[in-house]
């Protein structure tokens, strides 16, 4: 049974820094696509970044040098470090997991089989 475990959100002053991680069993970070998405109340859930099995990484561009995801595969955990918070990144963070070793646009929820149950991120101006 694939279980993903979301934790390390909270709140935060804008230009602040928070880590998240998702620690996974039932699955290998090192063999699939993993990312993050978000949703904000009343919006889509989004892609905000991914990585796949060969350590590649995507970022959106809303996010793009503030934002940094990296896996651990001897922790079998996902992390994305956030720095530079904008009021604007507020929302559920969630760490979802695909099923190929490329990510298959990871911009969209549709691609994602397994997900964590979320953490909020609420970043104050």
């Known amino acids: 049974q694939v279980q993903l475990v979301d934790t390390g959100g909270g709140s935060v002053q804008a230009g602040g820094s928070l880590r998240l991680s998702c620690a996974v069993s039932?699955?290998?970070?090192?063999?699939?696509?993993m990312g993050w998405l978000r949703q904000a109340p009343g919006q889509e859930r989004e892609g905000v970044a991914a990585?796949?099995?060969?350590?590649?990484?995507m970022y959106a561009d809303s996010v793009k040098g503030r934002f940094t995801i990296s896996k651990d595969n001897a922790k079998n955990t996902l992390y994305l470090q956030m720095n530079s918070l904008k009021p604007e990144d507020t929302a559920m963070y969630y760490c979802?997991?695909?099923?190929?070793?490329?990510?298959?646009?990871?911009?969209?929820?549709?691609?994602?089989?397994?997900w964590g149950q979320g953490t909020q991120v609420t970043v104050s101006s």
């Open positions: 039932g699955y290998l970070v090192s063999t699939y696509c």
């Open positions: 979802a997991a695909q099923t190929g070793q490329y990510c298959a646009d990871y911009m969209s929820r549709w691609n994602y089989k397994y």
């Open positions: 990585i796949n099995s060969f350590g590649n990484t």
